[in-house]
């Protein structure tokens, strides 16, 4: 099981990123997929999750700006993020829960994609 993320970049205050992040491999099932980030020095800290149902939940810094969404015929995740502030530079990170036939459901990471909001 491989996660691709994809979609930081350099931005300006104000402005909109979209990332997306997509699960390869062999398996049966994705339950929640996350974003994750982390900013130089600090520790990781979650962003945002969707459920299988597209149920979401936020941080309070990113209600308002940021919003998870999934394709499930797709196997993909995404964070559409507005209005970005400096304070949301990062290494963005996506996480999913998969299970492989006949196993339980287990943490999965991408790589991280570096989101840099700076004019």
């Known amino acids: 099981v491989q996660l691709q993320a994809s979609g930081g970049g350099l931005v300006q205050p104000g402005g909109s990123l979209r990332l997306s992040c997509g699960v390869s491999?062999?398996?049966?099932?994705?339950?929640?997929m996350s974003w994750h980030r982390q900013a130089p020095g600090k520790l990781r800290e979650l962003v945002a999750t969707?459920?299988?149902?597209?149920?979401?939940n936020y941080r309070d810094s990113v209600k308002g700006r940021f919003a998870i969404s999934r394709d499930n015929a797709n196997n993909t995740v995404y964070l559409q993020m507005n209005s970005l502030k400096p304070e949301d530079t990062a290494v963005y990170y996506c996480n999913a829960f998969v299970s492989k036939m006949f196993e339980d459901y287990r943490s999965y990471w991408g790589r991280g994609t570096q989101v840099t909001v700076s004019s």
């Open positions: 491999g062999s398996f049966a099932s994705i339950n929640e």
């Open positions: 969707i459920n299988k149902n597209k149920f979401a």
